[in-house]
C-alpha cells in the first residue's frame, strides 16, 4: 500500500494509526523503517511513539543507536534503532536486538534496517519505506 502524506502531521497520523494496531496485536510488532536522509523515518517515529503516550521529545538514536521508550500504563516497551552507523550485521546483534525482538513485550521501530536484511528475513514485520517527492510530500509505503 503507498499513502502520499503532503505533510509531517499527516505522516504522524499514519503512524499513529499503525501504532494502535500493532499494540492491540493486530501487526507485527518489528516495524523495518527504510528511505533517504530526511525521507521521514524520525517524523514516522515521533507519531508512532507520541500515540503510546510517549510524551518526552524523540530524536532519531543516531549516535545511541538504541533508545527504550517504556510504555505508560502498560507491560510494552518500544526500542527505537538507527542503525546509520552500523557496518556490520554482527554490532546489531551484540545490541543485544535478537533478544529483544523474541521478548513479547517489546515493539520495535528500526530506521535504517536496510543495512542488516538478514536479520529480519524470517521474522514476521511491517517494512516502510519513505520517498521524497518534494519538500513537503512524501510517498510512503506500506508492506505487511
Known amino acids: ?15 499513529q494509526t499503525l501504532a494502535r494496531e500493532v499494540l492491540e496485536g493486530l501487526k507485527p510488532r518489528l516495524i523495518l523503517l527504510d528511505g533517504e536522509l530526511g525521507g521521514g523515518k524520525t517524523t514516522f517515529s515521533q507519531g508512532f511513539l507520541k500515540s503510546l503516550g510517549i510524551t518526552q521529545i524523540v530524536n532519531s538514536p543516531t549516535f545511541v543507536i538504541m533508545k527504550p521508550y517504556t510504555i505508560p500504563n502498560s507491560e510494552y516497551t518500544v526500542y527505537h534503532f538507527d542503525l546509520y552507523r552500523l557496518e556490520q550485521e554482527w554490532e546489531a546483534l551484540e545490541l543485544g536486538i535478537n533478544d529483544i ?30 520517498n521524497v517527492i518534494s519538500p513537503e510530500e512524501r510517498s510512503i509505503t506500506i508492506e505487511f
Open 101 to 130: 525482538i523474541q521478548n513479547p513485550k517489546s515493539i520495535l521501530l528500526i530506521e535504517w534496517a536496510n543495512k542488516t536484511p538478514r536479520l529480519w528475513e524470517n521474522i514476521p514485520h511491517i517494512q516502510i519505506t519513505f
Open 1 to 15: 500500500m503507498s499513502i502520499l502524506s503532503h505533510s509531517t502531521i499527516q505522516t504522524q497520523e499514519i503512524a
